[in-house]
């Protein structure tokens, strides 16, 4: 499956974005979905993640109550809607999906991903 992100930008601290993970290849509706970042200098960082229906989800700490990961399985896209953006949440942003309909907060759980979007959060 190829997965491409959107929808980074710069935001001010407080301020809002939503990514989105567009799908093609193969059929998103049976498959997880999960959003990672990294930041400069640091490791690739698990954020969300959602089972194949979306009536699963998973959030780092670092994100819970901010973040809300959501899918639309007709349209093949799946999303990431950020709230309260921190400058700490300044990074690259990837959507990666599984072969399996169930995720996990690993990275190597991962089959597909996508090339990432920036998001950047000024003080």
């Known amino acids: 499956v190829q997965l491409q992100a959107s929808g980074g930008g710069l935001v001010q601290a407080g301020g809002s974005l939503r990514l989105s993970c567009a799908a093609s290849?193969?059929?998103?509706?049976?498959?997880?979905m999960g959003w990672f970042r990294q930041a400069p200098g640091k490791e690739r960082e698990f954020v969300a993640a959602?089972?194949?229906?979306?009536?699963?989800?998973h959030y780092a700490d670092s994100v819970k109550g901010r973040f809300t990961i959501s899918r639309d399985n007709a349209d093949n896209k799946g999303y990431l809607q950020m709230n309260s953006l921190k400058p700490e949440d300044t990074a690259v942003y990837y959507c990666a999906a599984p072969k399996s309909g169930y995720y996990s907060a690993a990275a190597y759980w991962y089959d597909y991903w996508g090339q990432g979007t920036q998001v950047t959060v000024s003080s």
């Open positions: 959602c089972n194949w229906s979306g009536d699963s989800s």
């Open positions: 290849g193969r059929t998103f509706s049976n498959i997880a």
